[in-house]
């Protein structure tokens, strides 16, 4: 293809992107503006095309004007470009003989779900301190009528996994749920046992990861009475025989040893059993579904896990993606745990900063959802008055953060040699971000005190008027 033909399929394409697009040469002139970017920022192309972007926005709030300086990519960050306009951005370099001549911004804009999940959060606080008052003891929720309700996100990942999770659950067939931990598989099971024809069953849960080897049988099929020292006289039913009629979620499969392995194999194979110790077979009508956050392949290859049995409760699998491949869903599934960690503790509902959002956003949560709840539960706790300010940030994210808090931050604009104008806004942000509290405002900014207060010197800055400058 010709060249001219690759440039004039350039803006078609662009156009074509439902997201906002935006590339700049290396003085940082727009060189391409899309229909995106124009229902974002409501700027359109031919006002801003070959113009500098500084004329539009301010230095500080570029992305790609960072990314120019910095020669490195971002991926997905929450950034607040303008007031009152949330996005994730993503953005990069672009290289000539090993040379930046220019930058490319993609952004999505999530303005809308940040307002509205708070705003939701502000309405869900009315209604409970009204019902509070009403009544003091309100009578249960009745049940939702979808089971996968409580499974958070609009991330097209989490999506299919429920549309799978939802058409399988209307079978018996064993699921084999995976993921990272965390990342929420026992909510999976639990909805499919819910969608299930067996919901008025029960729903019994077994970890393997947290059962010794030498107990695991007794604990899956229940012993005879007299089975060994110490046993319960009368006998015990184990968990198959208490899921009757219901779902046995295996948590943790891919920690089984082998022998253990055998055993369920072999229930899986017939559907009956023997308490240890027993000579009775019992058969039981359970559904199998099992979950596990390792590599089952890689373990059958290294000879760790029977193929047999892999292949037995690989009938369908069901993949979790992490938090950190969804992030769009966090400002969601942080409103949900707000809201529910402020109603548990008699906490106001929760004004959350946008810094606090956006360093949340950045977070990579090794622990997935289950971090992230942890993290709005200590969010919180921390701030009875409900004001989420930047200086909670690394109690909020815990030892990582404050190591990346240590070190300042990732692209700091009061860095030695950052343009006058851009360490003066930083400076007024950091210091309304903090009610003008200058400890916390030089936390903010990863710098000590005393050079924030050198620095507002020389740049003509008090309180007062950093607070007039806002």
């Not at 965390?182 to 077994?206: C, T, W």
């Not at 899956?220 to 779902?247: D, I, V, W």
């Not at 969804?326 to 946008?354: C, K, N, T, W």
């Not at 997935?368 to 909020?396: H, K, T, Y």
Request: charged share 25%; with cysteine; net charge neutral.
């Amino acid at each position: 293809m010709e060249n001219g033909v690759l440039q004039a399929s350039l803006g078609p394409l662009l156009d074509l992107v439902d997201l906002a697009v935006t590339i700049v040469d290396a003085e940082g002139r727009v060189a391409a503006w899309n229909e995106g970017a124009e229902r974002l920022y409501g700027i359109a192309a031919p006002d801003i095309l070959g113009r500098a972007i500084t004329g539009f926005f301010t230095p500080s709030s570029l992305m790609v004007r960072r990314v120019l300086e910095s020669g490195q990519r971002v991926e997905w960050t929450y950034h607040q470009p303008r007031p009152g306009i949330y996005v994730l951005v993503s953005a990069a370099p672009v290289m000539r003989d090993g040379q930046v001549v220019g930058a490319i911004a993609v952004e999505r804009d999530v303005t809308d779900l940040v307002e509205l999940s708070n705003e939701l959060l502000q309405a869900r606080g009315q209604v409970d301190a009204l019902q509070e008052r009403l009544s003091p003891s309100p009578a249960p929720a009745p049940p939702s009528a979808d089971p996968f309700q409580a499974v958070r996100g609009r991330h097209p990942a989490i999506r299919r996994a429920i549309r799978l999770a939802s058409l399988v659950a209307a079978t018996d067939a064993t699921v084999l749920i995976r993921g990272e931990t965390g990342a929420g598989k026992e909510l999976f099971a639990r909805a499919i046992h819910q969608a299930s024809r067996r919901r008025d069953g029960p729903f019994v849960v077994l970890n393997c990861g947290a059962i010794p080897a030498t107990l695991f049988e007794s604990e899956l099929f229940g012993y005879a009475p007299g089975a060994f020292t110490g046993a319960n006289p009368k006998g015990q039913r184990g968990k198959l025989e208490l899921a009757h009629g219901g779902t046995l979620f295996l948590d943790e499969v891919g920690d089984l040893p082998l022998e253990s392995q055998v055993k369920l194999l072999r229930f899986l194979e017939d559907r009956k059993f023997y308490r240890v110790g027993g000579s009775t077979p019992i058969t039981v009508d359970v559904r199998v579904v099992v979950a596990t956050n390792r590599d089952l392949e890689e373990l059958v290859r290294q000879g760790r896990y029977r193929d047999d049995l892999y292949w037995r409760l690989n009938v369908f699998t069901l993949d979790i993606p992490p938090l950190r491949e969804r992030r769009e869903d966090i400002a969601e599934l942080m409103q949900r745990f707000l809201h529910e960690f402020s109603v548990r503790y008699g906490r106001p509902p929760a004004e959350v900063h946008p810094a606090v959002i956006q360093a949340m956003m950045e977070h990579t949560w090794p622990g997935n959802v289950r971090e992230l709840r942890s993290a709005v539960e200590r969010m919180v706790i921390l701030s009875p008055d409900g004001a989420v300010g930047p200086g909670l940030i690394p109690a909020i994210l815990g030892p990582a953060r404050r190591r990346a808090a240590a070190a300042g931050p990732a692209a700091p604009p009061c860095a030695p040699g950052a343009a006058p104008q851009d360490e003066r806004e930083a400076i007024v942000a950091a210091l309304a971000a903090t009610r003008y509290n200058r400890s916390a405002a030089a936390r903010l900014l990863g710098i000590s005190r005393g050079t924030l207060y050198n620095r507002m010197r020389r740049l003509g800055l008090d309180a007062q008027t950093a607070q007039g400058s806002r």
